[in-house]
């Protein structure tokens, strides 16, 4: 059974940097990508960016792909990494990862499993 665990979250001042990591366990395929999507009460899920297994497919949301940067660890598979530049107050929310075994897309309705989140606030 996968499981995710993400990290890293916390406050920051406006302008700030953060490095939120996914790490992720039992997967028993090879075909699976893991992205990031951000939530604030009262929103949808957004994707964020996404990554496959091996890093060499990426996408990222077109609203924020200028400030994010994912990437994987490669000595440790399953290891998800996302920086986060220039932080400004509407990028706060709660910051999950996700699996899929489905598409290399940002649609979060074919994630199946996910963590249970990481905060980020934004503030001055």
């Known amino acids: 059974q996968v499981q995710l665990v993400e990290s890293g979250g916390g406050s920051v001042k406006p302008g700030g940097s953060l490095r939120l990591s996914c790490t992720g366990s039992?997967?028993?395929?090879?075909?699976?990508?893991l992205g990031w999507f951000r939530q604030t009460p009262g929103k949808q899920r957004e994707g964020v960016a996404c990554?496959?297994?091996?890093?060499?497919?990426?996408?990222y949301s077109e609203t924020i792909k200028t400030r994010v940067s994912i990437s994987i660890d490669r000595n440790i598979v399953g290891t998800v990494y996302l920086d986060l530049d220039d932080l400004q107050p509407e990028d706060s929310g709660m910051y999950y990862c996700?699996?899929?075994?489905?598409?290399?897309?940002?649609?979060?309705?074919?994630?199946?499993?996910w963590g249970q989140g990481t905060q980020v606030t934004v503030s001055s």
């Open positions: 996700g699996y899929t075994t489905t598409s290399y897309q940002l649609r979060s309705w074919t994630y199946t499993v």
């Open positions: 990554i496959s297994r091996n890093g060499n497919i990426v996408k």
């Open positions: 039992g997967f028993t395929r090879n075909d699976w990508s």
